[in-house]
């Protein structure tokens, strides 16, 4: 290829990148917390090969910017929901079983724990250390659901202000 033809294709794939991010955004703008994005992304995850896949957007990008951009994205919305304190992990634990229409909450939980279905959530090449932390969460903000679904900070709105993902976390006051 000569470089006057590379340079042709510059602009295009500057474009479609953009179209790219534009179609990422825009999927993410509709998505309403950050746990759904996380189960957003794993759901665009293939189970067999672990390959990102959107149909719609490879007509602007190529499989492999469609699953490098994706699994990029969905490590970000992992690390964000990791960094989430306990009690806001239940929330949004809450939010999704009620968002997916089962038919009690009870059942629901239940069958979390026994079939553990949130580590289909964790996005391939995640350290150890954090997999094992995440399924620990996930596991603990079950039974917090399943002994307490009542409790008095499950209630409340979290306190605790969640930062955009590729931010740092807001520092917490310990008194």
């Excluded at 500057?14 to 790219?20: C, G």
């Excluded at 189970?47 to 602007?60: A, D, P």
């Excluded at 009690?87 to 949004?92: N, T």
């Excluded at 932390?133 to 002994?147: C, D, G, N, P, T």
């Amino acid at each position: 290829m000569h470089s006057s033809e590379k340079l042709r294709r510059i602009p295009a794939l500057m474009r479609a990148e953009d179209q790219l991010v534009s179609y990422l955004s825009h999927a993410l703008a509709a998505v309403p917390n950050p746990f759904e994005r996380l189960v957003y992304f794993s759901a665009l995850r293939d189970s067999q090969t672990g390959r990102y896949l959107h149909e719609g957007w490879q007509t602007c990008s190529s499989p492999e910017e469609v699953h490098v951009t994706l699994h990029e994205a969905h490590r970000n919305a992992f690390e964000w929901v990791l960094s989430f304190p306990l009690v806001a992990i239940s929330q949004e634990l809450r939010r999704h079983l009620e968002s997916i229409g089962w038919s009690g909450e009870r059942h629901a939980v239940q069958y979390w724990l026994e079939n553990e279905p949130f580590r289909e959530l964790i996005p391939d090449g995640c350290s150890a250390i954090a997999r094992k932390f995440f399924i620990s969460q996930l596991r603990f903000a079950l039974e917090i659901l399943a002994r307490a679904p009542h409790w008095r900070p499950l209630q409340e709105q979290a306190s605790w202000p969640h930062s955009r993902p590729g931010q740092p976390p807001q520092p917490r006051s310990v008194n």
